[in-house]
């Protein structure tokens, strides 16, 4: 963005949002059945990246970027998110920690 000029505003807007899903992804907690989940406020990676650290096999960035070089197919293969919280032992309306 600095070497494109991007507007200081257009940056700091960028940085917040991104930051934000950075400590979505991390916390370990998945947020989907909350009203920030309900309402799309939430990216809802929590499970995408939280199988990349359990399992070890694919999710290495974003992910569209995981379907471009296919390093997702052992997550799509178990179900994505509703497969994967499942396997964890979480329920349809459980928001407990995920690791």
């Known amino acids: ?8 505003l257009f ?10 899903q950075t400590y979505e ?10 009203w920030l989940g309900k309402s799309g406020l939430l ?15 694919g999710n290495f960035g974003a992910e569209h970027m995981d379907w471009l ?9 178990d179900g994505r998110e509703q497969g994967y919280l499942a396997k964890r032992g979480f329920g349809e ?3 407990r920690k995920a690791k």
């Open 69 to 77: 070089f296919g390093t997702m197919d052992h997550y799509v293969r």
């Open 43 to 57: 990216n809802g990676e929590a499970s995408f990246h939280d199988h990349h650290h359990t399992m070890n096999l």
């Open 11 to 20: 940056q700091g807007i960028w940085l917040l949002i991104r930051l934000f």
């Open 93 to 95: 309306d459980s928001n």
């Open 1 to 8: 963005m600095v070497a494109f000029g991007a507007h200081p």
């Open 25 to 34: 992804v991390h916390s370990g907690y998945s947020f989907h059945n909350t």
